[in-house]
T-cell receptor, first 108, second 115 residues
Framework: RKEVEQDPGPFNVPEGATVAFNCTYS??????FFWYRQDCRKEPKLLMS???SGNEDGRFTAQLNRASQYISLLIRDSKLSDSATYLC?????????FGAGTQVVVTP | SAVISQKPSRDICQRGTSLTIQCQVD?????MFWYRQQPGQSLTLIAT?????????ESGFVIDKFPISRPNLTFSTLTVSNMSPEDSSIYLC????????????FGPGTRLTVT
């Protein structure tokens, strides 16, 4: 079983709509959780860190459910520029484990 | 966040040769890392580059194939040795800048093609 699993998508989202997707992790001892955004042929960029039950930053909301070992990312009022692959990243004994990413495509 | 640069940004190399990738951070950092990302896949940690000591390699990666240097707190190099087409990948360095626990920031990557 992979340490971090994500739905690869793609999630096709009309501009202005809301999209949400989850990520599950296997190490119950993990303490730090992140969402990174990766554009095609670019490096991952940190979008949000999730250290407690959740975090909100503008149109982006991340939630952590430790009991079920998943984190979610919700994007409100989607913009065309939100089209990207979103990587779920979880610390596992001090090392970051990366999910394979969820592709989001925002359409006009 | 730190600004991280990598050189070269891309290269095409012949099998059997070696390539050294440089990673420069604009501030002193304790932890630097080297990752590989193959097409359509996520990131795989190659090794942690420790200043003043040998790098710590992950399972499946060995020092003879991927020697790493970390001469100071702002710089590291990764060498891909005796390359084969299977080494074609994007190589990324990252650094923990201390702004958040385990938060890492990435360089732009080096796109390597081995022919």
């Amino acid at each position: 079983r992979k340490e971090v699993e994500q739905d690869p998508g793609p999630f096709n989202v009309p501009e202005g709509a809301t999209v949400a997707f989850n990520c599950t992790y296997s190490n119950s001892a993990s303490q730090s959780f992140f969402w990174y955004r990766q554009d095609c042929r670019k490096e991952p960029k940190l979008l949000m860190s999730v250290y407690s039950s959740g975090n909100e930053d503008g149109r982006f909301t991340a939630q952590l459910n430790r009991a079920s070992q998943y984190i979610s990312l919700l994007i409100r009022d989607s913009k065309l520029s939100d089209s990207a692959t979103y990587l779920c990243v979880v610390d596992s004994w001090g090392k970051l484990q990366f999910g394979a990413g969820t592709q989001v495509v925002v359409t006009p | 966040s730190a600004v991280i640069s990598q050189k070269p940004s891309r290269d095409i190399c012949q099998r059997g040769t070696s390539l050294t990738i440089q990673c420069q951070v604009d501030s002193q950092v304790t932890m630097m890392f080297w990752y590989r990302q193959q097409p359509g896949q996520s990131l795989t940690l190659i090794a942690t580059a420790n200043q003043g000591s040998e790098a710590t390699y992950e399972s499946g990666f060995v020092i003879d194939k991927f020697p790493i240097s970390r001469p100071n707190l702002t710089f590291s190099t990764l060498t891909v040795s005796n390359m084969s087409p299977e080494d074609s990948s994007i190589y990324l360095c990252s650094a923990e800048t201390g702004t958040g626990l385990y938060e890492q920031y990435f360089g732009p990557g080096t796109r390597l093609t081995v022919t």
